[in-house]
Each structure stands twice: as C-alpha cells, then as structure tokens.
Nanobody, 125 residues
Framework: QVQLVESGGGSVQAGDSLRLSCAAS????????MGWFRQAPGKEREFVAA????????YYADSVKGRFTISRDNAKNTLYLRMNSLKPEDTAVYYC??????????????????WGQGTQVTVSS
C-alpha cells in the first residue's frame, strides 16, 4: 500500500521559514517526478512545485518562485519543500504527490496519482 506522509507544518509569523517533508512508503518513486500542492480555505488546490526524478528539473508556481525550494533524497524516498520568507497568503494545507507511472508531455510534472493527507501551514502577519 502506497503511503505519502507529510510533516513539518505549523504556525509561524510572516517572514519565517519552514521545511516540509514527505516520506514515501509502499513503493519507490526514485524513477518519477514528485510534487507539492496546496489548498487554502475556500480555494481550489493549486500547484506549488515539482522536481524530476534525479533532482532536476524543478518547477515552481510564480507565487513561490525565489522563496520556496523543492528537493528530494532518493536514498530515503523522501521529498522536501523549504519555504522561506513566508507570507500570510501561503497559509494552506500542503500536499505531497507522486505519480504511479511515467508521464510524458509538456505538463507531465502536473500529473499525479498518489496524494498525502496534508500538513497545515499557517502564516500570521
């Protein structure tokens, strides 16, 4: 059974940093891209960042570019999201995602089949 378990969320002040982790189990994702999404109250889930199987390339939403860094440790089957200079508008539940197979095409990094349960990030001003 595939499981993606996020951790590292919390309540912080604007300008602070957090690092989210996503531990995968049940299968290895070392050959696939992985990503982070988020969903704020009353809004649809949105793409945050993605990373290729080898650690490159990386993709970011414009709203987090320059502040967030996605990385992975394939030896640990773990995905990370370093979030710096947090803003109140970053408040959301953050989800880790992984595909069940290799996707191709220009938008391959937006396609996922497995999702974690989410971790809450709250940024106050």
């Amino acid at each position: 059974q595939v499981q993606l378990v996020e951790s590292g969320g919390g309540s912080v002040q604007a300008g602070d940093s957090l690092r989210l982790s996503c531990a995968a189990s049940g299968r290895t994702f070392t050959n696939y891209h992985m990503g982070w999404f988020r969903q704020a109250p009353g809004k649809e889930r949105e793409f945050v960042a993605a990373i290729g199987w080898s650690g490159a390339p990386t993709y970011y939403a414009d709203s987090v570019k320059g502040r967030f860094t996605i990385s992975r440790d394939n030896a640990k089957n773990t995905l990370y999201l370093r979030m710096n200079s947090l803003k109140p508008e970053d408040t959301a539940v953050y989800y880790c995602a992984a595909p069940s197979r290799t996707y191709v095409g220009r938008d391959y990094y937006l396609r996922y089949d497995y999702w974690g349960q989410g971790t809450q990030v709250t940024v106050s001003s």
